[in-house]
């Protein structure tokens, strides 16, 4: 799933978290319960797309999720960032910032080499969420559908 759907799940998370710790926990096992749902994105490779198209197309989900987020805190009354939030949202998208960057060293290695040694077991987990609990395969188009249903139905449920 986009990071926005990670994120607004966040904020459902941090209404009942009832501490940040919690908030982070259960923000990080949410994003794998997430990812478990068939959503498209295991059929887009980013292979071939290039250092600076995969940084574009981080830059843009990262900007729809604050987008999201600060159109939740103005129209959602009584909604606050607060500590527990800022910590359900990092567990929730911590994920997939942290698969993004084992991208980024696969095409632009570094002289950091412990990140590949911590971080491909973690990716590697979350490859598992996402193609094997539930192993069923959707087109990229049936993917943004479910991933918009998906968030009309946690702004819902906020």
Known sequence: MFVTIHSTASVLISQYAPNPLWAFLIGLASHYIIDAIPH???????????????????????FILIVNLSLLLILKPGLDMSIILLAALIGAVLPDWLSGILQLEKMRPSRFKWTKKILQPLHNFHLFCHNKIIPFSITVQQGLIVQAIFLIFLWWLI
Request: charged share 25%; net charge neutral; hydrophobic share 45%.
């Open 40 to 62: 498209g994105d295991d059929n887009i490779t980013i292979k071939n797309i290039g250092f600076a198209k995969y940084i574009k197309i981080v830059l843009i989900d990262n």
